[in-house]
């Protein structure tokens, strides 16, 4: 076994600094034990043997150096006899005493200093915070930067509780919104420490909801959707129909609708077919927050044209979630298969179970997850993406849709 070099201590001592432990005990109250490294030196044959090689290995580990050139731990000695050589003593144990020592030996002092500059500042500010310090403190390193800012935010939080306006309107010297968009993360857990629990909304989690979750007010999303029948319209002038809403405004809409249709790619929605008393919606993808509050929805029969891919699947066993009374509209297996000639291929395709999908779609869902489509393509992972159906074969589509149960005609 090769036997311990100084290269070999630093980077025993490398290890805690990359784990945080050494930053850890500039935290208030911790104290370092003195550090045992680990140490592998030559057998007792190797002492009798090899004693010109000994003699370099413990000249290297510093074991003759002088005092004003000590490599920064303490080297236990033991003694051993040599039958020629007489009584000699070599390394057996190696120890750091001080942090102070630890980070010289790794050459971390200035980082540590800056850590350290933290520590006390939020000691002084946000107290509250050093158990985020403690279990994250490479991180908190990482942000040195802008940490002033951060407690700065907090601060103003902590006096300005859901606030009601936009990240725009936080007042803070060299804080805007791009720097609290850019340290959602963070500040999330910070705020989480520092705010009192009726300042929090439970229910909004994770970065994107950043805003919902402390009293920001937020972008409203929006909804762009056609108007596709002829006795009614969105506009009062003649023309597309082709128009974007807030949620809120989505909400309210009162309109003769009897069909709503939802698809993913912008051509088909600006080229969907014309149809009494209908509309097209564009682009839910995964996520229908927007159509949430839209009760009106519910009494319209709704059709989701996606891809026929284990994708487009999945978006449309999500929607059933929101509106269990879904149907999928062009994502058959007869679609699929009159279209080979326009088959991809889904790189990364989606196993895991839906089960939301009715009998037909789970059957051509599993064909699709697991690949045993093959031997109608020269692609493994088949996909067909909507824009490539023919436009004749949608017409057909759309035009072949049952007529509505009058309990689902909504009236004007």
């Given at each position: 076994?090769?036997?311990?070099?100084?290269?070999?201590?630093?980077?025993?001592?490398?290890?805690?600094?990359?784990k945080?432990?050494?930053l850890r005990?500039?935290?208030?109250?911790?104290?370092m034990?003195?550090?045992?490294l680990?140490?592998?030196g030559p057998?007792?044959t190797?002492?009798?043997?090899?004693?010109?090689?000994?003699r370099?290995?413990?000249?290297?580990?510093?074991?003759r150096?002088?005092?004003d050139?000590a490599?920064?731990?303490?080297?236990?000695?033991r003694?051993f006899?040599?039958?020629?050589?007489?009584?000699n003593a070599?390394?057996?144990?190696?120890?750091?005493?001080?942090?102070?020592?630890?980070?010289?030996?790794?050459?971390?002092?200035?980082?540590?200093?800056?850590?350290?500059?933290l520590?006390?500042?939020?000691?002084?500010?946000?107290?509250?915070?050093?158990?985020?310090?403690?279990?994250?403190?490479?991180?908190a390193l990482?942000?040195v930067?802008?940490?002033?800012?951060?407690?700065?935010?907090?601060?103003?939080?902590?006096?300005?509780?859901?606030?009601?306006?936009?990240?725009?309107?936080?007042?803070?010297?060299g804080?805007?919104?791009?720097?609290?968009?850019?340290?959602?993360?963070?500040?999330?857990?910070?705020?989480d420490?520092?705010?009192?629990?009726?300042?929090?909304?439970?229910?909004?989690?994770?970065?994107?909801?950043?805003?919902?979750?402390?009293?920001?007010?937020?972008?409203?999303?929006?909804i762009?959707?056609?108007?596709?029948?002829s006795?009614?319209?969105?506009?009062?002038?003649?023309?597309?129909?082709?128009?974007?809403l807030?949620q809120?405004?989505?909400?309210?809409?009162?309109?003769?609708?009897?069909?709503?249709?939802m698809?993913e790619?912008?051509?088909?929605?600006?080229?969907?077919?014309e149809?009494a008393?209908?509309?097209v919606?564009?682009?839910?993808?995964y996520?229908?927050?927007?159509l949430?509050?839209?009760?009106?929805?519910?009494?319209c029969s709704?059709?989701?044209?996606?891809?026929?891919?284990?994708?487009?699947?999945?978006?449309?066993?999500?929607?059933?979630?929101?509106?269990p009374?879904?149907?999928?509209?062009?994502?058959?297996?007869?679609?699929?298969?009159?279209?080979?000639?326009?088959?991809?291929q889904?790189?990364?395709?989606?196993?895991r179970?839906?089960?939301?999908?009715?009998?037909?779609?789970?059957?051509?869902?599993?064909?699709?997850?697991?690949?045993?489509?093959?031997?109608?393509?020269?692609?493994?992972?088949?996909?067909?993406?909507?824009?490539?159906?023919?436009?004749?074969?949608?017409?057909?589509?759309?035009?072949?849709l049952?007529?509505?149960d009058?309990?689902?005609?909504?009236?004007?």
């Amino acid at each position: 076994m090769t036997w311990t070099t100084p290269a070999d201590l630093r980077a025993q001592v490398q290890k805690l600094w990359d784990k945080g432990d050494l930053l850890r005990l500039l935290m208030p109250g911790a104290v370092m034990a003195p550090l045992r490294l680990r140490l592998v030196g030559p057998s007792s044959t190797e002492l009798a043997e090899r004693f010109d090689a000994v003699r370099a290995w413990m000249g290297d580990l510093g074991c003759r150096a002088p005092t004003d050139r000590a490599p920064g731990y303490r080297i236990a000695m033991r003694e051993f006899r040599h039958r020629v050589l007489g009584t000699n003593a070599v390394p057996d144990a190696i120890w750091v005493d001080t942090l102070d020592a630890a980070l010289a030996l790794i050459g971390e002092q200035r980082d540590a200093q800056r850590f350290a500059s933290l520590v006390d500042l939020t000691c002084a500010q946000q107290p509250t915070l050093l158990p985020w310090l403690h279990q994250r403190p490479l991180q908190a390193l990482a942000l040195v930067n802008a940490w002033v800012r951060l407690l700065d935010v907090v601060t103003w939080l902590q006096a300005h509780p859901r606030p009601g306006v936009y990240l725009r309107q936080v007042d803070l010297p060299g804080v805007d919104s791009k720097f609290i968009e850019a340290h959602r993360g963070v500040l999330s857990a910070l705020l989480d420490l520092a705010l009192p629990a009726g300042a929090l909304d439970p229910t909004a989690t994770g970065s994107s909801q950043f805003c919902r979750r402390y009293g920001f007010k937020d972008k409203p999303l929006r909804i762009r959707l056609r108007w596709l029948g002829s006795t009614a319209a969105l506009l009062p002038a003649a023309g597309a129909q082709d128009v974007t809403l807030t949620q809120a405004d989505f909400e309210r809409l009162a309109l003769p609708v009897q069909r709503v249709f939802m698809t993913e790619n912008e051509v088909n929605f600006l080229a969907f077919p014309e149809l009494a008393d209908s509309l097209v919606i564009f682009g839910s993808g995964y996520g229908f927050d927007a159509l949430a509050g839209a009760h009106w929805l519910r009494a319209c029969s709704v059709h989701y044209w996606g891809d026929i891919d284990t994708h487009g699947f999945a978006i449309l066993d999500q929607l059933r979630a929101h509106l269990p009374q879904v149907q999928s509209l062009l994502m058959d297996r007869e679609t699929l298969m009159a279209h080979t000639d326009q088959w991809g291929q889904e790189p990364t395709p989606v196993l895991r179970d839906l089960p939301r999908l009715n009998a037909k779609e789970h059957a051509l869902f599993d064909d699709l997850r697991h690949r045993r489509l093959g031997a109608f393509s020269a692609h493994e992972r088949v996909r067909l993406e909507q824009e490539r159906i023919g436009y004749g074969w949608v017409q057909q589509a759309v035009a072949a849709l049952p007529p509505l149960d009058d309990r689902m005609r909504p009236t004007a």
